[in-house]
Each structure stands twice: as structure tokens, then as C-alpha cells.
């Protein structure tokens, strides 16, 4: 494998923290203010596609910049992995931030600086999270991550927000600490090295029991990723502000938790280890195979809108865990591609929850009854969204589940077909309903929809970009596919 | 002149006590200054060591030229004089303590002022004393005079801590019985080593006891001293003295003394364990060992608890020190390399966070004029700046990377690991995780559980910081825990490994 040494990694992750110092600079000057955000996100967008053709040449960029421990540096690394996962969560920034100033603005809601600087601050984890090289660095924006998304979360600062954030820091915080540093201590002491390798870090011979263990570890302490029974944070952080709950709690911070376990599937226990220990990958697969089927039924039962795609992100993040389980080459291809688009759906999906609720204050589906006649364009982007998310064509999710469907052939684990096939009918199950009511069911509320007002452009252009942009994905899924394709590529082939 | 910077080291603080304790008889306001002068040419001087050390290795200093004398008819030459040694065990912490000591110097002026109006005459000449004998027992390079930095610094401290008048009277008592108790072990034990190898130099000591085989005095002596170094650091279960003492005593002294003195006499263990005595006494009793072990777990674990259940900032952060104390000995007593790096590592690690935590709390206090959570309700409105460094040493306590707290516990849990005690692992975590809890209750209360100012209609808070003398040693004190997490792997490699007993297993 060729590496570039190159410095532009920690440019792109300082972008955004520089961002984050300015808009607490200037936070008097909101325009000012949310253009220093456009500037970085724009900014740290041509880096980042600057980087893209040596990558997809299966190249890497590589910088370390001290070392923290020996053998083990704060350093990075950008695959193709990495770089898929950061280009979704920075051109989504800019979307979530038109959305954020058109429902906070209005409001005249207080703290916005505030707002704005942690959210620019969680950017820059996440995007670190994406390029770390071993597994330390990766849980130190791991953390900053967590910290940084805590004031967001408990942004309204109510009674509601303040039980959320408890609940949020407790189960990621605690899982964290407790679960994945020892493992990833024990790892050290184990084998000296932190570094994502292809082919794992274990020497061969090393003691299943003891594979297993820290397997279970690190799958429940990256509890970002959401696999049961560690799931409940997420349900209980929807008291964020809907842009939060858009880009952190469907992308950026729940996307960190997934990568983090394929980062460590991959690179720390390998592939072939995977594939060649019937258990490590049962293992994996049964946890997230119950996660998948379990999230989906809860689902089906929540009113609240927000709760229900909640539940929904925690399977979905299970498919891409479950697709990196099968150890094989298009079940973590498939993986790897679920991660954009999932993303691009259930951010259309949220931002709808949020213009709904800023249009006629409705957070309950039994409460939006048609209201898809008043407003057919936010309900058409609510449309597409759960067509992504559920996998039906012509949109994005279709392609990932495609060959994550494939992958569950190819491997061991053929059952897995099934439970994806399963989970795609209970997510049309919870999905499609929604938009049913919305234009054909006769309104419970009138009064409500009466009053409704059509929400600022401001909230409304966001849909149309994202959702545009879920189509769109299907039809141009090959250069996404790519990148999926370049990592497996690199992690299977020995 | 650099020849005899160790003695700087403690020339300093010391002429500083004498001085001020003589000014502040017919010109109490040249008193600080004095102090302040006097720390930090000894800042200076540690300073300047550091970089020798590392460089050229161990220093030693024969006190008034008193070194080795040849006695006419004996082979070895006969040690007459006090040595005092800079190696590697002991530069880090040097500087640690002269530098914590010359930032709470220019810190607490103003506390004091405030909460000792009209009594701070000698505050200072003391305060300049405990450093002298903090640093004494740091530097000396004999057992005995060990034992007499060790009553300077306590005397001193007895008096800092009654200071606080009420409650710290009792307080204060209680430490000096259980104070006298530790030193009493302590000489008691160095008698015993005394009778078997007949010095009191620590490079002669250790040399010798190889020699003498298994020794039950030698032993006894062992036990001995380390349970009087126990009950100096307050480790469990001789802890009772602690929360009191440092809750009851004026903010101003519990800012020096509790970042400084229980750290000073971990690293007087260590010494004991790693230098006078050798490793391998620890390795061969292994019950001993494992009752230790025990010990410290159960020292953080009971710790974290009542931390947990303390309204008193103050007194939280004292049950704070006491699980820190579980970590430190525990690491030291793995006798393993990461085991005893963690524990190096921590004590300067926990020396800056406690600094840190305690100048964050004085702050809160000078403001807020109490220390209870429930007056915390704004504070993050109305002190800012006072509160991000608080978060940022908690944070550190609990060990988030990049900080230091991160790097040490890092080392300890490796140790742990490798060791197979997994009681200590999960103790370390539990503390990490109770002092998660601890700072985001904090946080609810003081930033969630007012009405936020900034919405209209809400009543305002008016932002008002501790005074910038007391404010930039607290901002200082708290970069400081990050900077010195990202330089860890350059103190560990260039300083710390070398002081590790060679014989150790890797």
C-alpha cells in the first residue's frame, strides 16, 4: 500500500474548530457568523474531495503528530473508508445549517452561538474519528465527540432536555470508560500496537475466550453505534433541537459509533480472523441481527415521530454492523455504503420532523393526519426519505442493502438474508403509514392545520437538497461505491 | 553555580520563611513578596535540574562539603555528611512542587486577605515553610533527615490547617495524632534499618541490604516505615484525618496542601520501595503484595462512594485526593513497568490536577463565599472562564484524552492488566466513572437548573469573575493538565523509564 505523507488531514479536521473559534468570536454578528460556517464547511469540502483520487487509487494520506505512547502516536490516516464518512458528514453540515438558521432564527432563540460553536466542534471530532489511524486517536475525538454534543443535546434546557442529557452522557460516557478503554488497554498490552492494520493486531494463536471478550467490549462500548441492550440513549437524546437530532443523531454521531466498530472488526481483530473464528463473527452478526429485528418492532409501535426514526437509525446502524460481521467482500462494501446513504435519508427524514413541528407544532403522527394535502412538497421529501431508508428504488438505500443482501449470501451466515429481508418489510411497515396518513387520512386536527403556517424557506430548501440528493444517489451510486469498494478491497484482500 | 543548585531548591523556600516570619513583625506586607521570591528562584533552580538530569544523570550534593570520609584503617570510605540527590525519580516532582507552590503563592493572596482578615501576619512565613519541608523530603538523600523535612512540613501544616478556627481546631488535631502516629512508624523503622546496616544514607542503605540476605528486622523495618508513609498520605484505611482537615481548613492552605503533601509522601514510598529498599522485596512477599492491592482498591472504591454522597465541594474534592492516594499505591505496588510509570506518572499528573481543582474551588468560594452545591446555580453564568478550567481539571480527573489523567490511568490500567488484577482495573474505571457523574450533577446545577439569562424575560446574571491574580494561576494551572498529557511520552521516555529499577520485567 502506497502512503502519501501529507499535513491536509489536520487541516481538514482544524477547519471546522477553527470555524468553531470564530463563531464564538463574532457570535454578535449572526450573518457574520454563519458565514464563517459556509466558508469552512466549503473549505473543508474541496479538501477533502482534493484528496479523492489518491485515494480511490488505494493510496493513503498519513500524518503523525507526536507520539502519546510508545509505539502509539496522535496520528492519521485517510482510506477510503475514512473519506467516504467524512464527505457525508461535511456536505450534510451545510444543509443542517441552512435548517438550523431558519428554525432558530425565527425563534429568536437564545444561546445560538452556542449552538453553532459545539456543533462546528462535534464536526471536527467526527471528521477525526474518520481519519484516526489507531484506535487511541480514534477514541480521543471518540470522547470529544460525546462531550462536545452534550450541550447540544441539552440545548432547550428544560426539565425534558436536562433528563436526556443525563441519560446521553451516562450510557456513552459509561460505556466509553468502562468497556472499550480497558479493552482497547488490554489490546495494547497484548500486542503493542494500536494501529488499524489490515489483518488485525493479534498474533495467531491468541486465545478465542479472550477474543471474545474484548469483542463483546468493544461492541457495546462504542455505544454510539446503538446495538441493544446500550440503545437508550438515543431515543432519550431526541429533546435536541430537530438540526441536531438531524445531522448528530442520524449522521455524525451515530455514524462515529459504527465506524468505530468497523474500524475495529477490520483493523484490530482483521477480516480473515473474523471469518476464520465461527464465533467472533456469530457474534457480531446475533447482537446486531437482534438489534435490526427488535429496533424495527419498537419502531412500530412509537406515536412520537422523532422516537420512531430514532428507533429506526438504531437498526439501521445495525445493518451496517451486521454487514461488516459477514466478513465478506460486499457484505462490508455493502456496509460501507449504507453509511451515506442512510445518511442522506434519515436526514431528509428528520429535517421533515422538524418543519413539521415548526409549522403546526406536531410531534405525534397521530397528529399530522392529512396534513400532507397543506404541505404536499415537505411531505413528498418525508416520502422519499423512507423510501431510501427502507431501500426501495429509485433512491440510494436501495444500492447499500443491494449488496448488503449479496454479502449475506456469500458468507457463513445466510440467515442474515432473511433478517435483512425482514427488517426492510417492518421498516416499510413503520414508514409508509406515516406518509399514508399524511395525505389521505381526514385530519383529527383541524383547528392545527388551519393554523399552520408554511414554514420559511429556510427550513423548506434543506428537504429538496437532501432528498434531491437520495435520488440522485441511486443514480450515481458508482462513484459512492467506489470508495465502499476500495476499503473492502484492501481489508479482505490479503 | 549549577553544582549547587539542589541546595537552591531548598535554600529558597526556606530563607523566604525566615524572612518573612521576620518582617512580618514591623512590615507584614513584605512578607509575600519574600515567599514569592523565594519559590520561585527554587522554581528556577528545579527548573534548570531537570534539564541536567536528564542529560547528565543523578546530581549529588554533600551538604557543607561534609561528604565520604576515609577512616584510617577501613577499606570502604565512611559516610559523615547529609547528601541530598536529584535523579530521576525526584526532578519531575521537584519542579512540580516548587512550581504548584509559586502559583498558589501569587494565588492565595487574595484569599487570604479575605478569609483571614487581620490574622495573615505569619500565613506566609508558614506557608513558605511546609514547601521548605515538602521539597526537603523530596531532595534529601537520608532516611533520617527524611524524617525531619517530614515534622517540618507537618508542624507547618497542623498550623495552616487551624488556621481555619471552629471545626478545623479538631480537624487539625486530629491530623497531628494521626500525623505523629506515621512519623513515630516511620522513625521507628528507620532505627531498625540503622541497627542492621549501620547508615542513613539512602545509596549506602540500599547497596548494603543486598548483602544482608533475608532479614526479618530488615523487614519489620520495611513494614514499618511504609505504614508510616500510609498514614502521612492518608491512604486507606488511615484516611479518617483527611476530608475534615482539608474541607475545615482556610481555602488557602487546603491549595497548598492538598495538591503537595499527600503526593510528597507517595513519592517518599516509592522511594522506599524502589531505591532504599529494592523491588523485589515487594515481588517476593506476595500476599503482602496482594493485601496491598486490596487495599488500594478498596481505597478508590470506598472514596468514589462517599464522594459521591458530599454536598461541600471542598470536601468532595478531598475524597477526591483519597481515591487518587488508591491509585498511586496501588500502581506503585503492581511492581510492574507500567505499574510503577503510572504511578510516577501520577503523582505529577495528580499534583497539577489537585492544584488545579482546589484553585478552581478557591475561586468559587472567594465569589460565592461557600462551597455547598446547591449555591453553584449560575455559576457557570456568572464565572466562565473559573468554571471551564474546572471542567477541564475534572475532565482530566477523570481521564479524557488529551489531558494527563488520561495518560497516567492509561499506564496504571496496563499495569493492571498485565498484572492480572482486574479488582484494581475495575476500581480505576468505577472512580473514572463517579467522577463523571460528579461533573455533569455540577454542571446541571450550575449552568441547567437556572433559567438561561440570555432569554428574554429571565433575570440577568452579571458576570463576575475571581480576581485576575487568582484567575490566571487557575487558567494556567488548568492548560498546564493538557500540556502535560501530550508531553507524557517525552517525560516517560527521557526521564521516568530511567528511573525504574533496572531488574524490573518489562
Redesign the interface.
Known amino acids: 500500500m502506497e502512503t502519501i505523507p501529507s499535513f491536509t488531514p489536520v487541516w481538514i479536521i482544524l477547519t471546522s474548530s477553527v470555524a468553531a473559534l470564530l463563531v464564538a468570536l463574532l457570535g454578535r454578528w449572526p450573518n457574520v457568523r454563519e458565514t464563517c460556517i459556509f466558508a469552512a464547511a466549503a473549505i473543508k469540502l474541496g479538501l477533502l474531495l482534493s484528496l479523492a483520487p489518491a485515494v480511490l487509487d488505494g493510496k493513503l494520506y498519513e500524518f503523525e503528530v507526536?507520539?502519546?505512547?510508545?509505539n502509539v502516536g496522535?496520528a492519521f490516516k485517510v482510506d477510503a473508508l475514512g473519506l467516504l464518512f467524512a464527505l457525508v458528514s461535511v456536505s450534510l453540515w451545510i444543509p443542517t445549517t441552512i435548517f438550523s438558521m431558519g428554525l432558530l432564527r425565527p425563534l429568536?432563540q437564545?444561546?445560538q452561538t452556542r449552538f453553532f460553536f459545539f456543533f462546528a466542534i462535534a464536526i471536527s471530532s467526527a471528521v477525526g474519528v474518520a481519519f484516526s489511524a489507531n484506535l487511541?486517536t480514534l477514541?480521543?475525538f471518540y470522547?470529544a465527540l460525546s462531550?462536545s454534543t452534550?450541550p447540544l443535546v441539552?440545548h432547550n434546557?428544560d426539565d425534558d432536555?436536562?433528563k436526556g442529557?443525563?441519560k446521553y452522557?451516562?450510557y456513552l460516557?459509561?460505556t466509553s470508560?468502562?468497556l472499550a478503554?480497558?479493552a482497547m488497554?488490554?489490546v495494547?498490552?497484548q500486542t503493542g500496537n494500536l494501529d488499524f492494520t489490515n489483518g488485525g493486531v493479534f498474533a495467531s494463536g491468541t486465545s478465542t475466550t479472550l477474543l471474545v471478550v474484548l469483542l463483546v467490549m468493544f461492541l457495546f462500548g462504542f455505544a454510539k453505534a446503538g446495538l441493544m441492550p446500550f440503545h437508550a440513549w438515543l431515543p432519550g437524546a431526541m429533546v435536541a433541537p430537530a438540526p441536531v437530532s438531524a445531522l448528530l443523531h442520524a449522521v455524525a454521531v451515530v455514524k462515529v459509533g459504527v465506524f468505530s466498530i468497523i474500524r475495529v472488526l477490520t483493523g484490530i481483530f482483521g477480516v480473515d480472523l473474523l471469518a476464520n473464528t465461527p464465533s467472533l463473527s456469530t457474534i457480531v452478526c446475533v447482537l446486531a441481527g437482534i438489534t435490526l429485528i427488535v429496533a424495527s418492532l419498537i419502531a412500530l409501535t412509537q406515536d412520537n415521530i422523532k422516537s420512531r426514526l430514532a428507533y429506526s437509525t438504531i437498526g439501521q446502524l445495525s445493518y451496517i454492523i451486521l454487514g461488516v460481521g459477514l466478513a465478506t467482500k460486499s457484505g462490508i462494501a455493502g456496509a460501507a455504503l449504507h453509511i451515506p446513504m442512510h445518511a442522506f435519508g434519515k436526514i431528509t427524514l428528520f429535517l421533515c420532523a422538524g418543519a413539521i413541528y415548526q409549522a403546526c407544532g406536531a410531534k405525534y403522527i397521530s397528529e399530522i393526519h392529512g396534513l400532507g394535502r397543506k404541505f404536499p412538497l415537505t411531505m413528498a421529501a418525508f416520502f422519499i426519505g423512507s423510501l431510501c431508508v427502507i431501500g426501495l428504488p429509485p433512491t440510494g438505500g436501495f444500492v447499500s442493502k443491494w449488496y448488503l443482501l449479496t454479502g449475506s449470501l456469500d458468507s457463513a451466515q445466510q440467515w442474515a438474508f432473511a433478517i435483512f429481508l425482514t427488517s426492510s418489510l417492518l421498516n416499510a411497515a413503520y414508514f409508509l403509514p406515516i406518509v399514508y396518513k399524511a395525505f389521505f387520512a381526514a385530519p383529527t386536527d383541524t383547528t392545527r392545520l388551519d393554523k399552520a403556517k408554511e414554514p420559511p424557506p429556510l427550513t423548506i430548501v434543506p428537504l429538496f437538497i437532501t432528498s434531491a440528493a437520495c435520488v440522485l444517489l441511486f443514480f450515481f451510486s458508482g462513484k459512492l461505491f467506489q470508495f465502499a469498494n476500495t476499503f473492502a478491497e484492501m481489508y479482505t484482500a490479503q | 553555580m549549577t553544582e549547587h543548585l539542589p541546595i537552591i531548591i531548598i535554600l529558597g523556600p526556606l530563607l523566604g520563611a525566615v524572612l518573612a516570619a521576620f518582617t512580618a513583625w514591623f512590615r507584614p506586607r513584605l512578607s509575600h513578596p519574600l515567599v514569592v521570591v523565594g519559590l520561585a528562584i527554587s522554581f528556577a533552580a528545579a527548573l534548570k535540574l531537570v534539564f541536567i538530569v536528564a542529560d547528565a544523570g543523578a546530581q549529588k550534593y554533600w551538604l557543607g562539603g561534609w561528604g565520604e570520609k576515609v577512616i584510617p584503617g577501613e577499606k570502604e570510605p565512611f559516610v559523615v555528611g547529609i547528601q541530598i540527590t536529584v535523579d530521576y525519580l525526584n526532578t519531575l516532582l521537584l519542579v512540580a512542587v516548587s512550581g504548584i507552590a509559586l502559583l498558589t503563592s501569587v494565588y492565595t493572596r487574595r484569599l487570604v486577605d479575605t478569609e483571614l482578615t487581620g490574622r495573615q501576619r505569619y500565613f506566609y512565613a508558614l506557608f513558605s515553610l511546609l514547601v521548605t519541608g515538602l521539597l526537603g523530603i523530596t531532595i534529601t538523600g537520608d532516611i533520617f533527615n527524611l524524617y525531619v523535612f517530614m515534622e517540618i512540613a507537618a508542624l507547618s501544616s497542623y498550623a495552616l490547617i487551624a488556621y481555619g478556627r471552629g471545626r478545623a481546631y479538631m480537624a487539625a488535631f486530629n491530623y497531628l495524632i494521626m500525623g505523629t502516629m506515621g512519623a513515630c512508624l516511620y522513625l521507628l523503622g528507620v532505627g531498625f534499618v540503622f541497627a542492621k546496616t549501620g547508615t542513613l544514607n539512602i545509596d549506602d542503605v540500599s547497596a548494603i541490604i543486598p548483602e544482608l540476605g533475608q532479614s526479618q528486622a530488615l523487614f519489620v523495618g520495611f513494614v514499618l516505615i511504609l505504614l508510616g508513609a500510609w498514614a502521612k498520605m492518608a491512604f486507606f484505611p488511615f484516611h479518617g484525618w483527611l476530608p475534615n482537615a482539608y474541607a475545615y481548613a482556610p481555602t488557602a492552605s487546603t491549595a497548598l496542601l492538598a495538591p503537595l503533601a499527600t503526593k510528597v509522601a507517595i513519592y517518599a514510598m516509592l522511594r522506599i520501595m524502589v531505591t532504599v529498599y529494592s523491588i523485589d522485596y515487594i515481588i517476593h512477599s506476595p500476599a503482602t503484595q496482594s493485601l496491598v492491592l486490596y487495599l488500594s482498591s478498596l481505597a478508590i472504591v470506598a472514596a468514589s462512594f462517599f464522594s459521591l454522597t458530599q454536598t461541600n465541594l471542598k470536601k468532595l474534592a478531598a475524597y477526591f485526593v483519597l481515591s487518587e492516594i488508591g491509585y498511586m499505591v496501588g500502581g506503585a505496588w503492581l511492581a510492574n513497568k507500567p505499574g510503577l510509570t503510572g504511578a510516577m506518572v501520577h503523582v505529577v499528573a495528580d499534583a497539577a490536577m489537585t492544584s488545579a481543582l482546589f484553585m478552581a474551588i478557591g475561586c468559587i468560594v472567594y465569589r460565592l463565599g461557600q462551597a455547598q452545591l446547591d449555591d453553584l446555580k449560575g455559576v457557570f453564568f456568572k464565572m466562565p472562564v473559573t468554571m471551564a478550567a474546572f471542567v477541564v481539571t475534572m475532565a482530566a480527573l477523570i481521564g479524557v484524552p488529551p489531558t494527563c489523567g488520561f495518560f497516567s490511568k492509561w499506564y496504571l490500567i496496563q499495569g493492571a492488566a498485565q498484572a492480572g488484577v482486574w479488582h484494581f482495573v475495575a476500581a480505576l474505571l468505577l472512580s473514572s466513572l463517579v467522577k463523571a457523574i460528579i461533573l455533569f450533577r455540577i454542571i446541571e446545577i450550575g449552568y441547567n437548573r437556572v433559567p438561561h439569562p440570555a432569554i428574554e424575560g429571565n433575570p440577568a446574571i452579571p458576570r463576575k469573575e475571581a480576581p485576575l491574580s487568582m484567575l490566571i494561576p487557575t487558567v494556567t494551572m488548568a492548560l498546564g493538565l493538557i500540556a502535560l498529557g501530550l508531553g507524557t511520552s517525552t517525560l516517560v521516555n527521557t526521564i521516568i523509564s530511567k528511573a525504574l529499577p533496572a531488574a524490573l520485567a518489562p
Open positions: 507526536m507520539e502519546l505512547l510508545p496522535l429568536k437564545h444561546a487511541l477514541f480521543i470522547e462531550l452534550y441539552t434546557q432536555a436536562i442529557g443525563r452522557l451516562t460516557l459509561g470508560i468502562a478503554l480497558p488497554i488490554i495494547y498490552q
